[in-house]
């Protein structure tokens, strides 16, 4: 567990709750969540290597083919989407399975649409629309940013739910809850005296999360 004084319990709800959990982190925890995105981009970047496209594409893509997918599949469905993209008939790229929404799989085919030369990130972008997956894409591609998924806002509430029961998250409680995560992080690089990222306070606090919560099924 992390050692961490009580310097922030002024501070809200949300944050406290963040920073309760990051407090229950293991050594494990830490290096798992400091590690989660610097890994995705790595996938990422290998599939873009191997199949010779844009980093920022496949990114996108694994972002696109996110929601309601676990992340293993998410990773599996982007290479095949790739691939088969890459590779296939128009057949068979309509024909390819992927543990997502049908929209999302659209989005992913006209990111690969995008030209790789000189490709920006911000046409991907513009394509992905939706506040949690252009979260996600930022925070693998290492930018400010926090994920704001059913995960991060059960540990700024403090509770343990299934994320069927988690509500839509309008914009104004999104910029509530990322403005925890930002005082939280400051908080706990204050106080240990480390230089953690916003995106990686949520990683390690997802995983501690998770840790917790095992037995608990969603």
Known sequence: MQKISSSWLNASAGVKNIISTFGHATSGDISIGSLWYPSAYQIAARIAAK??????KVVGVIAALS???KWERNCFDAETLIKVYKFG???DVLDTSVCTYPLNKSKALRILELDDHDLKLKPVLEILKGPKVIEFTHSILGRDDVCIDGHAYNIWLGVYQSLKNVPAISKKLRHKIKLDYKIATKL???DLDSKYSISTVQAI????HRRIYLNISE
């Open 51 to 56: 199949y010779r496209i844009s980093p920022y």
């Open 67 to 69: 929601p309601n997918n």
């Open 89 to 91: 008939e128009v057949q």
């Open 188 to 190: 706990i690089n204050l």
């Open 205 to 208: 606090t997802w995983v501690t």
